[in-house]
């Protein structure tokens, strides 16, 4: 069965540095996302992405924020400088028609410490 | 800004004891809400759709119900294999083919055999 992959599952980083996360949604899914969820809390939007740009972001994903699809199959959120706070676990998602039908796959996550 | 509550936080039952967990919600023009479920160390996994009021869905021992203020999971005849937690989210607000979704807190859910 079509799944999303995400590495690495878990990136322990200092305070200020940079951070690549990446995923390699199902092939035939046009719609990208990115959610977090902080130990013990909600699961939070960060960003959506179609058709090579972003479709909506929250008031999370500042300008510390980025997302790329470089190639046919990886897609990446990128954190320039990491704050304590981004500690969480960073989930990917992919859709084939959007938000419409709910029906999101996720991957099972990038654990990301911030020391 | 949209509200999702979910109640109980957790609930633990004996195998075959049904139950219902609730999520209630405020927004402004609720476009669908979704019910997913989230295994220890896992991502949410989807499970229901549901768009209008009195509309239903039903997955094995599973089965999804709305209102106009809120949506319950029923269980009926749970199994250990059932413990997990249960996520409710919305869309709503403005159209667009990939909104955003608003995640509840989640139900804990555990089932003893």
């Known amino acids: 069965e079509p799944e999303v992959t995400q590495t690495p599952s878990h990136q322990v980083t200092q305070m200020g540095q940079e951070v690549i996360l990446r995923c390699v949604p199902i092939?035939?899914?046009?719609?990208f996302y990115w959610y977090r969820q902080i130990l013990g809390q909600k699961v939070e939007f960060l960003v959506s992405?179609?058709?090579?740009?972003?479709?909506?972001k929250s008031e999370i994903f500042d300008d510390q924020f980025s997302v790329e699809r470089p190639d046919g199959s990886n897609f990446t959120l990128k954190i320039r400088s990491t704050k304590l706070e981004d500690s969480a676990m960073y989930f990917c998602?992919?859709?084939?028609?959007?938000?419409?039908?709910?029906?999101?796959?996720f991957g099972e996550g990038s654990r990301l410490t911030v020391l | 800004e949209d509200q999702v509550t979910q109640s109980p936080e957790a609930l633990r039952l004996q195998e075959g004891e049904s139950s219902s967990l609730n999520c209630s919600y405020t927004v402004s023009g609720l476009r669908g809400l979704f019910w997913y479920r989230q295994d220890p160390g896992k991502g949410p996994e989807f499970l229901f759709t549901l768009y209008s009021a009195g509309e239903e869905k039903e997955k094995e021992r599973l089965k999804a119900t709305l209102t106009k203020k809120e949506s319950f999971l029923h269980i009926t005849a749970p199994k250990p294999e059932d413990s997990a937690t249960y996520l409710c989210a919305v869309q709503a607000g403005a159209s667009g083919s990939a909104r955003q979704l608003t995640f509840g807190s989640g139900t804990q859910l555990t089932v003893l055999p």
């Open positions: 092939s035939n899914h046009l719609y």
């Open positions: 998602a992919s859709s084939k028609s959007g938000t419409g039908t709910g029906e999101l796959f």
């Open positions: 992405f179609y058709n090579n740009e972003i479709s909506e």
